[in-house]
């Protein structure tokens, strides 16, 4: 009882990971062993030791007791591969705690501390970048639907769930989060669709001009024309500057030349301003972008070196 007690202690850090606990089956595991006994004695191929050891650790690390204690059995014997006790260790400790008894005396019988392998380091690197990447995609889902919560807060008249009802059609089509395009539509009019303001600025997105005809908006105050004309500029302001929202943001205010000039947001208390009411609604700082659209802004090296402190 005490040397079972001493074999976990001992290999507590070795195996707190528990790389590889995938859910394989017994199906998946046995194939794996086969292939991989296969493999380590050349039966109808030529023989390949170090692929016969990637699919053991593969199966081991899956719950394979078999798999384990062979790996054990090689690294302590040098079979096939360079001898390492610390390897051995690492594997009979596995195969033990996997209710082997006989791994149990082997690693006793070794008496020596167990060392990860590079094939269990490896499937914890793994394991621990799909653990950020779930991580990074549950805070992405909870943030999406606190957001949603606050835009039916905010939307409440029928206008604006009309409106609204456009951008989900709309946003999808250019790769817009539908919340950046409530944000601007609420910063820039207000939901007004006839919205003209002192430098002519037309419609829900207030689209000068210039910009109308360069996204080819014939209609400005006709709501659809207007959210698809302001749509396809801020995907070509994403990709200009690569998913930077305040500076996306900035030159949708400002215009893109000048935040090339000013290498970053401008010194302009309105698009400062600006660039805070909208980012009280809509807080990500980086947003996806198609890079085919355009070439990045050739300032932005420039400002992000700038902006790391």
């Not at 005490?2 to 046995?30: N, V």
């Amino acid at each position: 009882m005490k040397a079972r007690f001493l074999l976990r202690l001992l290999l507590a850090c070795a195996l707190c990971a528990s790389a590889g606990a995938h859910a394989a089956d017994a199906a998946e595991r046995l194939a794996w062993r086969e292939q991989a006994r296969t493999l380590e004695v050349g039966e109808g191929v030529t023989r390949d030791t170090d692929a016969a050891i990637a699919l053991y650790c593969r199966a081991a690390l899956a719950g394979d007791v078999f798999s384990a204690y062979k790996l054990g059995w090689l690294y302590a014997n040098g079979r096939g591969t360079l001898r390492h006790e610390g390897y051995a260790a690492h594997w009979f400790a596995r195969a033990a705690l996997m209710g082997d008894a006989h791994a149990e005396v082997m690693f006793k019988r070794l008496g020596v501390p167990a060392d990860k392998p590079d094939c269990v380091l490896q499937a914890e690197r793994a394991e621990l970048q799909r653990g950020e990447h779930v991580a990074e995609q549950e805070k992405k889902a909870a943030e999406s639907q606190l957001a949603a919560l606050r835009y039916r807060e905010l939307v409440s008249t029928p206008e604006q769930q009309r409106i609204m009802k456009i951008v989900y059609k709309l946003a999808p089509q250019f790769g817009i989060e539908p919340g950046l395009a409530f944000a601007v539509i609420r910063a820039e009019s207000n939901f007004n669709a006839n919205a003209l303001s002192d430098k002519n600025a037309q419609g829900l997105m207030q689209l000068i001009p210039e910009t109308a005809a360069r996204f080819a908006v014939r209609k400005p105050f006709d709501p659809e024309q207007n959210i698809r004309g302001g749509l396809a500029y801020l995907q070509w302001l994403l990709a200009y500057f690569r998913g930077n929202v305040p500076l996306v943001l900035a030159a949708y205010n400002a215009g893109e030349g000048t935040v090339d000039r000013y290498r970053g947001v401008p010194p302009f208390p309105e698009t400062q301003g600006y660039i805070k009411r909208i980012q009280q609604v809509f807080a990500l700082q980086q947003h996806p972008f198609d890079a085919r659209i355009t070439a990045p802004s050739p300032a932005l090296p420039g400002i992000l070196s700038a902006a790391r402190p």
